[in-house]
């Protein structure tokens, strides 16, 4: 289960016993069913080749690296070199591989178990509580050149001189303390390239990067192409596998790192580390670490130097890409080609399937019996399930040499006591074999082992063709063998202890990605740079663009929500106009009325008057015959112009508006001129 990286801790492999015991029922002397300390020291013993190890953590992306992706990437970076460099032994010279990889180094790392009181409940260490790490940019050569280490602070401004107690390294300095692509150019220029020039290593040299996108910027091609440097980018990934830095020197550097800062945290009791005092601490470290065997030792596991695969592929690093393994699209049309059934046109007969004689251990064969052997064709083969098969290949992958071998006849032979149970049962209805063929008919078949003396071969036969529909209804033996296999020998283990499968394909859709050249100072990884920058600046210009549509159609927005709320007002104040010049309609109507009905009483008042006014009127007078002066008032005589002039609407009179019965000083002109007025004499 380690090999997959599923293993168990020592409470689990207790608690799995304890779990089976009660499946199973067996009686046992343990409290509660569960084992004890000297059950688990006798458990190792009795398998020495099991021991307690500390895990590292695999992340998923790491666990789906398949071999033929290793494979393919120390196909294509020999290719490439061979296609591009014009010196064939720069893969046979040490001297002029190089390997960089930056690595963070925690400012609080842990101590382990340490003394103290006997029952205390809580013993502490002293260390920084921001829990910070420094980034540390790493390179050696496949020869033990190791390059001096970039050590990248956190900041731009610092009161003190950060490489106090290391001056040997190099100082770095960004926002947030992590490496960028400024700093990876800086480190080429003022680092690598010096460095490689003082050894006065032979050009081209090769550097070895991983896929960070801090390594892949145009000016870090510019620079190692102007230099003589072949930039080759790693598997993506795949840093456990063929990186040198991380198979050799980060993990004796960072052992190294933590032993020094313990050292240093008990000769300074009551302080504790801070960036100002790593590069002092991490000199001790560097020297420890930065050893020939362990640069030479790096290349060498990572099959880089000497180029050899085979390196890589012998680990034993690839079981957990098995439980995330897809079936590939030709795996999976011969597997359905082979599900198929075969028919028979014509009356022909399909071709018999060639079997393979069955031998069990410990049993003779009787002559004349016949034994049912596991088919040999593609398409009977596929009547073991895939989740099935991939489960017993890789139980037999954790399973020990020896413990293979006492497995292995056990089923076989209770496979084979099936098959002839099955066989030789007349009664199972759909389980008959086809009758015997004729001795002309039948093959002789061979043994494809040897067997042990004394012991004999159960001989086999090839049964005559059925038709599609035969085999339609009829079920196939060995699926059926293999179902009551199942059923009859699962085990409490097996039950418990689950063994992950391959889980199946999905149907969504996967989102196709260009795929980057590892070859950074190649011409196709510069082009590469180039589409992307172009690419780039398309969608940074589309993206102005949108945003310019989307300024211009707010302010078109607000232009027309203004004019909208000028409409609004100006429709408004009509409103306001004529709802104001109704109402004063309504009330000079409402006056006129008033007034109109005020001249009426008193024109009823006058004429029950005997004596209406102060002047004599001429009944006798034609009102037709008089001609109007506008000049003089009717009642008066008088020409005074500044009293105001009223007419008659029905003898054109006219009158001073004082001399009449009628109040129009509390009217306006407006007013006045509608004002229907008639004199006392119409």
Known sequence: MSKIGYGRTRQELLDTVQKIIQADGRPNPFKNGRPGKDWYYAFMKRHPHLSMRSPRQLGKERAVIKPENIEKWFTDFEQFIKDT???????????????????????????????????????YNISASDRSQITVLCGMSASGHFLRP???????RFTRYMLEGFEEAVMGRSANGWMDSDLFATWLKTVFIPDIDQRQVKRPVILLVDGHSTHMTLEASDICKDNGIILYCLLEHASHLIQPCDLRLFGPLKEAWKVCLREWQIEHVGEYVTKFEFAAIFKHAWYRAAKVEHAVCGFRDAGIFPLNKQTVLATDKFQACKLFARPSKQSENQA?????????????????????????????????????????????????????????ELQATLLA?????????????????????????????????????????????????????????????????????????TPSTVQKLDEQHTTMHESPLSKIL???????KTSRTSVKRKIIPKAITGLGFREFLLEKKQKREEEEAAKKARKLAREQKKYEKEQEKEKKAIERKHKEEERLRKKKELEEDKAQKKRIKALLRAHKQK????????????????DDEDDSQVLPDPN??????????????????????????????????TMTDNEIESYPFECLFC
């Open 336 to 392: 359905s080609t082979s599900n198929e059934n075969p028919s028979t046109e014509h009356g022909q007969q399909a071709a018999p399937a060639s079997n393979t004689p069955v031998h069990v251990p410990g049993e003779p064969s009787v002559p004349g019996k016949e034994q049912a052997a596991t088919p040999s064709s593609p398409g009977e083969r596929q009547a073991l399930p895939s989740d099935l098969s991939s489960t017993v």
């Open 150 to 156: 970039l050590i990248v602070f956190p900041g731009q």
């Open 85 to 123: 460099v014009d010196d064939p032994n720069v893969l046979l010279d040490p001297s002029r591989i190089y390997n960089a990889d930056e690595s963070g180094f925690s400012m609080c790392a842990q101590t382990g178990r340490v003394i103290g009181l006997k029952g205390a409940r809580s013993v």
């Open 498 to 504: 689950k063994i992950p499968s391959p889980a199946p």
């Open 603 to 618: 024109q009823v008042v006058s004429d029950s008057d005997s004596d209406v006014s102060n002047f004599s009127l001429h």
């Open 632 to 665: 003089v008032c009717y009642k008066c005589d008088g020409a005074d112009e500044r009293k105001g002039w009223i007419a008659c609407q029905r003898c054109f009179r006219f009158f001073h508006r004082g001399c009449t019965d009628i109040d129009f000083e």
């Open 401 to 473: 040499p020896d413990e293979q071998q006492a497995t292995l006849p056990s089923v076989s032979s209770s496979l084979v006591e099936q098959q002839a149970t099955l066989s030789s049962d007349p009664s199972a209805p759909g389980e008959q074999l086809a009758p015997l063929p004729a001795p002309d008919e039948q093959q002789a078949t061979m043994p494809s082992t040897s067997s042990p003396p004394g012991e004999q071969q159960v001989p086999t036969r090839s049964g005559p063709s059925i038709t599609a529909e035969q085999q339609a209804a």
